[in-house]
């Protein structure tokens, strides 16, 4: 089906030089989009090109932290001279910090904060004015099941992940009439550095209880892998989703519909 394709389409996805954000731009470009990616430091960049590169693509990279405002409108004015008008914005870049809350610092919370909900506030709306003078604009913020649900150590996270939802809501709301989508993509558990202490082997060679429950927890009785994102990303990306505003799509193998294993 033709409006699947990203033939001509430039999409910038933050924090790509691994992880999911790599595999939504490496899907986003098998189905015909220019690729633009930014992170933190040049190492990370350089990296990502390469990787990029192996795969055939030939991605643009730029050096930007996205809680920097006055770095963020430089880098977005730079892409558009550089490349062009970015048509997809893919809010990746985020982290997370496991502390139970009554030993969190505020200084941390903040920090959780400014990247995962900040971040995606001062890119998309760097991005936004050119959107609306081209007519059309597709936002896709990385969301998680911390958008719905809580856990023990992740109070900032979940509280930064929830208000991403509400703001994929309201950037809906405010830019819906100029032609703009925007959407959340919501991981279940995925299989990255992000979620790697969460599955190291313990000291006798089994599961660490957490991946165990995981499986547990999961339909699908599996951890997501980035390449399971791939497909329903280049769906809000594309015109196929036209019609679709202010959604949050869980890619999560089931763990929403889920109530759990009796014990
Ligand atoms: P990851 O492996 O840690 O990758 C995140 C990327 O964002 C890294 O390249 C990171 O760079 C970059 N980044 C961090 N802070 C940044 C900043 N201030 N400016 C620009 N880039 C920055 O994480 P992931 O698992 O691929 O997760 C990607 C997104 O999906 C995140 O928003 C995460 O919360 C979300 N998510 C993940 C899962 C999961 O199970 N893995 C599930 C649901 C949602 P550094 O290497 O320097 O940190
Ligand atoms: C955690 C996890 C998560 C996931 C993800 C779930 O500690 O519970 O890291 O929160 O990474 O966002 O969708």
């Known amino acids: 089906m033709s409006n699947f394709s990203l033939k001509g389409k430039i999409a910038l996805v933050t924090g790509a030089s691994y992880g999911i954000g790599f595999a939504i731009a490496s899907s986003m470009a098998e189905a015909g989009a220019t690729i633009v990616f930014n992170d933190i430091n040049n190492e990370l960049i350089e990296k990502g090109l390469a990787a990029y590169k192996e795969k055939g693509i ?43 809350m009554t030993e969190m610092s505020a200084k941390d919370f903040r920090q959780v904060i400014d990247i995962d909900l900040n971040g995606p506030f001062i890119v998309a709306k760097a991005v936004i004015p050119a959107m609306i003078k081209k007519g059309h604009g597709k936002i896709i913020n990385i969301c998680s099941m911390m958008s719905e649900l809580g856990r023990e150590t992740v109070s900032a996270y979940a509280a930064a992940k929830g ?27 995925i299989a990255t550095p992000q979620t790697a202490p969460l599955r190291e082997k313990q000291a006798d060679g089994s599961r660490h209880p957490f991946d165990s429950f995981i499986i547990a927890k999961t339909p699908a009785a599996r951890w997501g892998t980035p390449e399971d994102l791939a497909g329903p990303a280049v769906f809000l990306a594309s015109d ?21 294993k009796q014990p």
């Open 58 to 100: 030939q991605a643009h990279g730029y050096v930007c932290d996205v809680t920097n405002e006055e770095q963020v409108n430089a880098t977005v004015a730079q892409i558009e001279k550089e490349v062009g008008v970015i048509d997809i914005l893919v809010n990746n870049a985020g982290i997370i910090k496991r502390i139970p």
């Open 163 to 189: 208000g991403l939802k509400m703001l994929t809501r309201n950037i809906a709301s405010e830019y819906g009439e100029y032609n703009i989508q925007c959407n959340g993509l919501g991981p279940g558990y």
């Open 240 to 260: 196929a989703s036209n019609f679709v505003n202010g959604h949050i799509l869980y890619v999560d193998g089931g763990i929403l519909a889920y109530i759990g």
